[in-house]
Nanobody
Framework: QVQLVESGGGLVQPGGSLRLSCAASGSGFTIYTMRWFRQAPGKQREWVARITRTGSTDYADSVKGRFTISRDNAKNTMFLQMNTLKPEDTAMYYC???????????????WGQGTQVTVSS
């Protein structure tokens, strides 16, 4: 019905930048809210940022001032611009659409497969 695919992860040095993308594909759907989560080995999944369809944003305290979430509704794509990266930002980053409306079917919670971000010198 709806597939979320993250991309843009990789290896970056501390202080560097990376831009993640989450592309939603399928047909007959509307995504109102999109979120980024991350999970490091041995750690709990952590909420990073969220954005509504109208562009309202919220961020975890750990990334405020460094990360920027955005979306292009026409292209069904969400982005996470990550600046001034720190080693503690190292994690698998996941895209989430918690309330995607699939026409004629219902509301679903979709997750992507994740993209790895490693911040190391």
């Amino acid at each position: 019905q709806v597939q979320l695919v993250e991309s843009g992860g990789g290896l970056v040095q501390p202080g560097g930048s990376l831009r993640l993308s989450c592309a939603a594909s399928g047909s007959g759907f509307t995504i109102y809210t999109m979120r980024w989560f991350r999970q490091a080995p041995g750690k709990q999944r952590e909420w990073v940022a969220r954005i509504t369809r109208t562009g309202s944003t919220d961020y975890a305290d750990s990334v405020k001032g460094r990360f920027t979430i955005s979306r292009d509704n026409a292209k069904n794509t969400m982005f996470l611009q990550m600046n001034t990266l720190k080693p503690e930002d190292t994690a698998m980053y996941y895209c989430n659409a918690p309330g995607a409306v699939v026409y004629g079917r219902g509301v679903y919670d979709y997750w992507g497969q994740g993209t790895q971000v490693t911040v190391s010198s």
